[in-house]
């Protein structure tokens, strides 16, 4: 079972940078896919980012493209997400993810992703 934590949370004004973290059990992390989504007030969960055992194959939503960096450490088991340039638009609870096995389903979709982390809050304040 692969349990993730997260971590690195809180408030930040627009422009402002802040960095996520998510612990990872699991005796085989590297060789898992990886990512972030996050929800909003009101809205739906979105996809974020993702990062899968080849830390070169990476992908991003069109709004984060070029401000957030997903990254992983195999080492430390562990997931990041560099968030910079923090918008208003940005203020939303953002879950790791993790998947072992791989579908058919988009990595852009929730419903691809195996394990979820319990969330953490992000803030961005104009």
């Known amino acids: 079972q692969v349990q993730l934590v997260e971590s690195g949370g809180g408030s930040v004004q627009a422009g402002g940078s802040l960095t996520l973290a998510c612990a990872a059990s699991?005796?085989?992390?590297?060789?898992?896919?990886v990512g972030w989504f996050r929800q909003a007030p009101g809205k739906a969960r979105e996809f974020v980012g993702a990062?899968?055992?080849?830390?070169?194959?990476?992908k991003y939503a069109d709004s984060v493209k070029g401000r957030f960096t997903v990254s992983r450490d195999n080492a430390k088991k562990t997931l990041y997400l560099q968030m910079n340039n923090l918008k208003p638009e940005d203020t939303a609870v953002y879950y790791c993810?993790?998947?072992?096995?791989?579908?058919?389903?988009?990595?852009?979709?929730?419903?691809?992703?195996?394990?979820w982390g319990q969330g953490t809050q992000v803030i961005v304040s104009a």
């Open positions: 699991g005796h085989s992390f590297r060789s898992y896919s």
């Open positions: 993810v993790a998947q072992t096995s791989w579908g058919t389903a988009s990595m852009t979709s929730p419903q691809a992703w195996g394990y």
């Open positions: 990062i899968n055992y080849n830390p070169s194959l990476t």
